[in-house]
């Protein structure tokens, strides 16, 4: 039977991956802060359904994931989706710090801890929810988008040390634009695409183990002409107000 830990399960992507995954037979475990919200999964198929308790803000939270692979009996697949993001174009420090916090050093910590975890067990798939925002930097959330280059440049470092290595650890980095979830709830974004609409696309290329996967095809448009800008024009455009 395969094996998924879903971090990142209590709304939003995370959560309906970890429906798709339970639906399709696999055995699921399910780690978060709030984990009320998580027993919901596991009084669906209590038989297949694992809920561990962890943050990957604290040190220990790589602990935990160990665990639900334990309680699993193996990790075939890593599916991340934690992560904080907030417009801030006065570079508000506790907003600032936190993204960071979250999105790079609980990235790192929890996708590391994965990846050598599947590198000592015979392999693994890895599979993270990134973000546009990584393409360029964004001054109306240089944090946001700073920390998602980082969770890009990362994971394509990690591919290359498993191709290297022969470790068996494979990729997919899910890179979508704005979805509706409670992410940017109360907020309004062009090309907005139900969660609906988006789920199956992700979970699509996570099955099958596509190296990147922007979601969907208008922001392949989008990303393909933030990267043709030339940085000195991209850096006189305004997307904020003074």
């Known amino acids: 039977m395969r094996k998924a830990v879903v971090l990142g399960a209590t709304s939003g992507i995370g959560r309906a991956i970890a429906e798709m995954l339970i639906r399709d037979g696999w055995t699921v475990g399910i780690g978060s802060r709030r984990t009320e919200l998580l027993e919901e999964l596991r009084k669906s198929t209590p038989d297949r359904v694992f809920v561990e308790p962890l943050d990957v803000r604290e040190s220990t939270a790589d602990e935990g994931l160990l665990r639900l692979a334990e309680r ?61 925002a990584g393409v360029r930097g964004l ?61 199956p696309l992700i979970y699509r290329a996570v099955m099958r183990r596509r190296p990147e996967a922007i979601i969907d095809w208008r922001w392949h448009i989008v990303v393909w002409l933030m990267k043709i800008v030339p940085g000195s024009i991209w850096r006189r455009i305004r997307l904020t107000g003074r």
């Open 139 to 199: 001054s109306p959330a240089p944090a946001y988008s700073a920390t998602k280059a980082l969770q890009h440049n990362y994971i394509e470092a990690l591919s290359q040390l498993s191709h290297a290595r022969g470790a068996g650890v494979t990729f997919t980095e899910i890179r979508p634009g704005f979805i509706d979830t409670d992410f940017i709830a109360g907020s309004t974004y062009p090309m907005t695409m139900s969660l609906q609409y988006a789920a």
């Open 72 to 132: 699993l009996g193996g990790m075939d697949l890593f599916f991340y989706a934690p992560g904080i993001g907030k417009q801030n174009a006065d570079l508000d420090p506790g907003i600032e710090l936190a993204t960071v916090e979250t999105n790079a050093l609980g990235f790192t910590r929890m996708v590391g801890a994965a990846y050598r975890h599947m590198a000592e067990h015979g392999g693994g798939h890895i599979a993270v929810v990134s973000s546009i």
